[in-house]
């Protein structure tokens, strides 16, 4: 089956040792175009490539044409960043290192050191990756705690803040998305927090502690030195399972009732200025942040998405954008792993920044390396066993290491800076199976272009890229490789 064409747009306890923050990798490049290129087999790891020429150079037998407006007449949406969930499974493993490779991973990980991230989602309390027992920040016993008495980040929660806080002091300008996987078990018509999935969501009478939870949450984030930018109300709010996984149904009415009437208001009330987005969850079902955009627009003004649907269409999201031009939208979630093609993390990258996404996130941010049966974790049972992070921690050697996901990743990540306005263009285009050439590019902060060029074909692309303001340039695309021109 033909894919249709895709419009190319511009397309704790534990001490931490502060790294210093580097300087923008693009600010040295305005004298001349360059690439560097990440390949499937990583025998090219964000290495420099030969830099595109000017003009419609010679290539080999396969050849592509891509274009951009990169006039004011083409520019886009504006970028927040891209980088990967910290859930409790990153922070268990990160707090594994000493604390001078903890440093360093935290460099390569937020600084130009590496793959320079300035967008992260922290899991508020336990997810599927956390290690056994599920936890939130008030469960009081399973007894009622209206008056939220018992609430408490623990240990797992200020381990997380503190984590937050140490990223916060390398890069200040990061922007942190806080999701929860469930309220309390005491706060659902079941009283359970896992194991039930009937009436497996929020009891009316306490949807004023709901509120409330989320103001003492981000009170004791900041009293830790860990303030968040947004949240959203409840991770993939359509996703009831009654096994050990964690998680809470809540229908879009109830979401946006609950938004308008209660955690809207508490927010505000208590001097918050966080952001609150809709939804969570995949592009099966746009309807839901319409409904709670629809119904309380006044504190909502995202729609945040994830990269699951059996027929991932991401399209939906120019569908939402030409609806709510005023509206942000974000990538939220899309699982790595030794079971995902090399290029899911640029794939589910493309897609989103080609329709109108300001931000991608892979899940997770780091994981340990894979065990003897397969699994990666810590999770809790009935969780993603096989998910697996952009990094993974050798817990024996005290060592981590980078997978596939980051390097690809990286390719954007490292050349299109917050701040970046992504183009409008044509020529991306991807065949059955998902063979093809998708591009994006975009116009930075400091003037020069990016364009990322993902060739899923087995050989290699020469690549002609025209712009609107008379440029002409061209260049090598590897053989299964996520390609990144630098342009003066």
């Known amino acids: 089956m033909l894919f249709p064409v895709l419009t190319l747009l511009a397309a704790s306890h534990h001490a931490f040792a502060a790294p210093s923050p580097s300087s ?15 390949t499937s087999d990583l025998s090219h790891k964000l290495s420099a490539a030969a830099a595109p020429v000017s003009g419609r150079g010679t290539g080999g037998s396969s050849t592509w044409d891509l274009s951009i407006d990169d006039t004011a007449s083409g520019h886009k949406q504006t970028i927040i960043g891209f ?6 499974a990153t922070v268990t493993v990160m707090n594994a290192l000493s604390a001078d490779k903890r440093s360093q991973l935290i460099r390569e990980l937020l600084t130009s050191d590496g793959a320079d991230f300035s967008f992260l989602r922290h899991t508020i309390a336990s997810s599927d990756l956390s290690g056994p027992p599920a936890y939130t920040y008030d469960d009081a016993g399973g007894n009622a705690d209206p008056n939220l008495a018992n609430f408490n980040l623990g240990d797992r929660g200020t381990a997380m803040a503190k984590m937050l806080a140490a990223f916060r002091s390398v890069k200040s300008g990061l922007t942190i998305l806080g999701s929860p996987w469930s309220a309390p078990g005491w706060m659902k018509l079941n009283r359970v927090l896992t194991g039930n999935a009937d009436n497996n969501s929020l009891d009316p009478q306490y949807y004023s502690q709901y509120a409330q939870l989320f103001v003492k949450y981000l009170q004791a984030y900041a009293s830790n030195g860990a303030t968040i930018d947004a949240i959203t109300l409840q991770n993939e709010p359509l996703n009831s399972q009654g096994n050990g996984h964690v998680t809470m149904y809540q229908s879009a009415d109830e979401a946006a009732k609950v938004t308008q009437q209660y955690v809207g208001p508490a927010l505000r009330s208590a001097g918050f200025s966080t952001r609150i987005w809709a939804y969570d969850h995949n592009t099966d079902v746009p309807d839901y942040p319409r409904t709670v955009i629809n119904g309380a627009g006044g504190y909502v003004d995202s ?12 399209t939906v999201l120019t569908s939402f954008h030409n609806a709510y031009p005023d509206k942000h939208q974000y990538m939220t979630e899309c699982w790595t792993s030794p079971q995902t093609s090399w290029y899911q993390s640029s794939k589910n990258t493309l897609g989103p920044l080609q329709n109108w996404a300001e931000g991608s996130l892979m899940w997770t941010l780091g994981t340990w390396t894979q065990a003897s049966d397969g699994t990666f974790g810590p999770y809790i049972p009935g969780g993603c066993s096989t998910c697996r992070g952009l990094f993974t921690v050798n817990q024996a050697a005290g060592t981590y290491s980078f997978t596939i996901d980051y390097y690809v990743l990286a ?3 490292k050349f299109i800076p917050k701040g970046a306005v992504i183009l409008s263009g044509t020529g991306s285009y991807s065949y059955g199976g998902y063979q093809g050439i998708q591009s994006v590019a975009s116009l930075n902060p400091d003037g020069t272009r990016t364009v990322v060029i993902e060739n899923t074909f087995g050989n290699d692309v020469y690549v002609t890229l025209t712009t609107k303001s008379g440029q002409t340039w061209s260049g090598n695309a590897l053989a299964q490789s996520v390609t990144t021109w630098i342009l003066p």
Do not use: E, M, N
Not at 27 to 34: H, M, Q, T
């Open 411 to 413: 390719q954007f990540s």
């Open 303 to 314: 729609a945040a998405w994830h990269c699951y649907a059996t027929d991932l269409d991401w």
């Open 24 to 38: 923008s990798p693009l600010k040295s490049r305005l004298a001349g175009p360059a690439a560097y290129v990440t």
């Open 83 to 88: 980088g990967g969930s910290v859930t409790d």
